[in-house]
């Protein structure tokens, strides 16, 4: 099994900056795609950002030249560096793996960590 320790939430001011960490365990054998989504009150769960094991990467409309997605593949760590943040990406944020543990292949979920942009 794949464990997904999520940190760098929570409450920042608009325009400030926050990086938010995704930490993989357990017996993982190949990390593939590694992504951070976000889900607002009332709305669906929507993809912010992703890489792949070779470092492209594709975002979100709504974020690009703002947010910045990279990985330590050493440390099975998905990082999301996001600047000049506005009230809209107010959201829970989740990382997700697409990792290979054990002899399977599945989907991995962070436990979501609050992101709220407020005055």
């Known amino acids: 099994q794949v464990q997904l320790v999520e940190s760098g939430g929570g409450l920042v001011q608009p325009g400030g900056s926050l990086r938010l960490s995704c930490a993989a365990s357990?017996?993982?054998?190949?990390?593939?795609?590694m992504a951070w989504y976000r889900q607002a009150p009332g709305k669906q769960r929507g993809l912010v950002a992703a890489?792949?094991?070779?470092?492209?990467?594709n975002y979100a409309d709504s974020v690009k030249g703002r947010f910045t997605i990279s990985r330590d593949n050493a440390e099975n760590t998905v990082y999301l560096q996001m600047n000049n943040l506005k009230p809209e990406d107010t959201a829970v944020y989740y990382c997700?793996?697409?990792?290979?543990?054990?002899?399977?292949?599945?989907?991995?979920w962070g436990q979501g960590t609050q992101v709220t942009v407020s005055a």
């Open positions: 357990g017996r993982i054998v190949t990390i593939n795609a």
């Open positions: 890489i792949t094991s070779g470092g492209s990467t």
């Open positions: 997700n793996l697409d990792a290979v543990s054990g002899y399977f292949r599945n989907n991995y």
